[in-house]
């Protein structure tokens, strides 16, 4: 079982802003540097797909295709079974890749928080939704309500929009207070300003509510209404689609496979970027939901610091300090509402790959004993849907992980546990 070897100074996990800056920042320093993606597209989740990048975008992948690098796209990396060595699939083979530095800039997913009704077709997390609309997918005169939290629901409703979507309403389950003290904070960053206010100037007309929220989705086979509440009064909104995402959670499953330490679910890391494990770095999302601003410029931090070039990191430390204050704004001022842990009933499942409902979870101490007596987590998500959703309803944290990280294949496994059993072997544990 004989497979290709890859061998780098420095391999980069992740190719959104995080990960294409900490590349260049130590390709730049003359290290041998991989970047490995599993998508075909570099860029991450804002920058996705080749048509209409923005100009910081295409600067980016500029500046990293001249930088020496080598790109390992389409490539996933399941596990990290030894120090120096992680396991991956590419074109349905494994691979393994050795490093002496590693950088994860892994980003984040969007949360879906069940409610009655939230599997129905027709709903999806809006930054999805973006992303199928981006590549083609019809939207053309269809209903839309965007729900759930964060600014990403403006820059999806002003893409839908553009995409010829018609927009019934944008419900934000954030109080109007915060929403605004949140804009009066955007004056420190003029960029994110200008930003915000392109894209209300694409949503003129459509209703930005705040402080509202969904209780229940209705339709057969599709969606055909979603019923909304302010706390107050109910009321019933006829759709097509139905966007709704709650944030973000941060793709800490690769870190903590690394054994890296998580502090409130985010990877700890010090003012270098640095892990709790000795060699292994982590920018953008898995430490702290920032925006595309703040992931650049902890990349570049972790690149500089991982290729031996101090004086360059610490340059970029106030400018991070500046982002962090943004990164902590929006964590306050998106802040989830306690009424959001009482949507689902009991019948409503939280599990949708196994088909687990809440009151069956609920009969469970904790996600691994959960896990363990309903086959919740097991399905293709591995959790990343119904884990961090059982986290918000019922305080669950996840341990540990086990490896594969993403889904993969059997001969990838049965590899990544005999190159552990050889690394082993070879240091005599
Ligand atoms: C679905 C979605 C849509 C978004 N859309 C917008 C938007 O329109 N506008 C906006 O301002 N912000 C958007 N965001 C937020 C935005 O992604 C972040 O603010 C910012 O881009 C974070 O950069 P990053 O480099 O930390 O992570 P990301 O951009 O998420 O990049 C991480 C990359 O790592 C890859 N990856 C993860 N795990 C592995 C693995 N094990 N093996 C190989 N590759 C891996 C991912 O596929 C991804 O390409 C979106 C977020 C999500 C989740």
Known sequence: MSEPLLEFETVVVGGGPAGLAAACAAAEGGRRVALVDDTPWLGGQIWRGQKGRP?????????????????????????????????????????????????????????FLPFPGWTLPGIMGPGGMQSLVKNGWPAQGRRVVVAGSGPLLL??????????????????????????????????????????????????????????????????????????TNGQSTWTEPCDLLACAFGLVPNVELPLAAGCELKE??????????????????????????????????????????????????????????????????????????????????DTLLCRCEDIPLGRMRQHDNWRDAKLQTRCGMGPCQGRVCGAAAKVLLGWGMESVRPPVLPARVRSLILGEMQNAKCKMQNGE
């Open 155 to 228: 820059a999806v409703a002003a893409g839908l929009r553009k995409h010829g979507a018609k927009v019934v309403c944008i419900a934000e389950q954030a109080p109007w207070r915060k929403v605004i003290g949140f804009g009066f904070g955007l004056l420190a960053h003029p960029s994110k300003l200008c930003q915000g206010a392109q894209i209300k100037s694409h949503l003129l007309g459509v209703s930005y509510r705040c402080g509202v929220w969904p209780l229940r989705a209705e339709g057969a086979a599709q969606i055909r209404s979603v019923t909304l």
């Open 55 to 111: 100009r910081q975008a295409l600067e980016w992948i500029g500046r990293f295709q001249r930088c020496g690098a080598t790109l390992l796209d389409r490539t996933s990396v399941i596990a990290a079974p030894h120090p120096g060595l992680l396991m991956a699939e590419c074109d349905a083979q494994a691979r393994e890749i050795r490093y002496t530095r590693l950088i994860l800039a892994t980003g984040a997913r969007e949360l």
């Open 265 to 346: 679910g985010f990877v700890l890391v010090d003012s270098w970027q640095a892990t709790s494990v000795k060699g292994i770095y982590c920018a953008g999302e898995p430490t702290g939901v920032g925006g595309a601003d703040c992931a650049l410029v902890e990349g570049q931090i972790a690149g500089y610091a991982a290729s031996h070039q101090p004086a360059r990191a610490q340059a970029l430390f106030a400018r991070r300090a500046s982002w962090h204050k943004f990164r902590a704004a929006l964590a306050s001022a998106f802040a989830l509402r306690p009424e959001l842990k009482s949507l689902a009933a009991e």
